[in-house]
Structures are given as C-alpha cells and as structure tokens.
C-alpha cells in the first residue's frame, strides 16, 4: 500500500520566517501535485511536479521533486499571513494513475 | 477553475434517512471522484468513475452508492445514513497535466458538509 506522510502535521509560524514543509513516501510516483486549501473550501491545485529533481516556483513558494521521485517539500520564503492554510500532497501511481493524499501540513502564519 | 459545483453545499439529517449529493462538471472531464474528508484521516477515496454507467469503489465505500447517468453528473447516495457518515464531502475530475506530461491533476468542488444527527 503506497502511503504519503507529511510533516510537520502543525506548523505556526512569525510572518516574515521562511518554512519547509515535506511529502515523503517509500514508493515512487509518475508525478506529485500539491494543494492548498482554506476552510469551508476545495483544496485548489498549486503545482505539480513530473520530473525527478524538478523544481518550480510560485511567487515566494519553491516545489521540489526528489530524485528518485519518492518525495517532495515545499519551502516559503517570507511566509504571509494569506500563506496559511492546510497544505496537501498527493501522488499519482505510474502504473494506472490513481492519486492518493498525505494527511496535510496545517500551516498557520501569526501575523 | 475547472467548472465543478456540489449541491447542496451543506445538509442535516437525520439517522435512517436517505441522502443523494449531486457534483455537476461543465468540461465533460471523464473521470470523476467522491472524497470524504475527516480530521485525523485526510482525504478518502469514496467511489470513482471512469465513464457514463462506469464506477468502481474507493476505500470507504461502505454504506455509500453512486451514479454516473451522464457525463456532467456524479451522484452520491448515502441509501440510510448513520452519524459516522457525517463529514465533509468533496467531488473531484482529474484532467490531464498541462504541458505534455503523460500524466493526471485533479481538481476540487467547493464541498459539501453533511450532519447526521
């Protein structure tokens, strides 16, 4: 059974720090995407990564894909108090696609 | 946006009763998803489809049926709820990754929170 674990599960942090947040898993994935989502509303796709070692930015936040493609983290370069939220990894399986999530990040930026 | 909506968008109800939540898509996306969504156990896979008529079960697919009669419209139907069913609902359709990767995105409608008193 492939399973994604991220971690921290809580992070609260200082506007203005910078944080990593991690998706590991010990299968290897065709590609990994990461959401956001606030309450009361549907996580909404930030990224996706395909590549092993692929790294892409969204403004003040940097997507990496490991390696081997196993893994992933997100880092926030001067975390926002609009930065909080809880933060979500899924992959999808190489051999037929199927997306399976982590548990999530919460992330909450004090301001 | 891919154009996802779920109605209603929150339901009581009571112990026994039926229940249907309807997740309507306007891009004719083929592959269409039920999730719960509880603390402590993230996002669950309810039931999936992969074509009109053509459905298959997720992980928690106990006591939950669905129905896909047209490419817009999956249905959930909770046939005699209970109170562990009460949850927040979400539907999904995954598309393929923008930029030529072989590989598929999914994306969210908006939720549905559902109390089973």
């Known amino acids: 059974t492939q399973l994604l674990e991220q971690s921290p599960q809580f992070l609260s942090i200082q506007e203005g720090e910078n944080l990593t947040v991690y998706c590991n898993s010990s299968?290897?994935?065709?590609?990994l995407q990461w959401y956001r989502q606030e309450p009361g509303e549907g996580p909404v796709l930030l990224v996706t990564?395909?590549?092993?070692?692929e790294v892409k930015k969204l403004k003040r936040l940097t997507f990496q894909f490991g390696d081997a493609r196993k893994d992933s983290s997100l880092h926030i370069t001067a975390a926002q108090p609009g930065d909080t939220g809880l933060y979500l990894c899924a992959g999808a399986h190489p051999r037929d696609d199927k997306i399976i999530f982590g548990k999530g990040t919460r992330l909450h930026i004090l301001p | 946006d891919a154009g996802i909506t779920q109605s209603p968008r929150h339901k009581v109800t009571e112990t026994g009763t039926p229940v249907t939540l309807r997740c309507h898509q306007t891009?004719?996306?083929?592959?269409m998803y039920w999730y719960r969504q509880d603390p402590g156990h993230g996002l669950r896979l309810i039931h999936y489809s992969y074509g009109v008529k053509d459905t298959d079960k997720g992980e928690v697919s106990d006591g939950y049926s669905v129905s896909r009669s047209k490419t817009e419209d999956f249905l959930l139907t909770l046939e005699s709820a209970t109170s562990s069913q009460t949850s927040v609902y979400f539907c999904?359709?995954?598309?393929?990754?923008?930029?030529?990767?072989?590989?598929?995105?999914?994306?969210f409608g908006p939720g549905t929170r559902l109390t089973v008193t």
């Open positions: 990564v395909v590549t092993g070692g």
């Open positions: 999904a359709i995954s598309a393929p990754t923008s930029g030529g990767a072989s590989t598929y995105e999914q994306y």
């Open positions: 891009e004719n996306h083929r592959y």
């Open positions: 299968s290897v994935f065709s590609s």
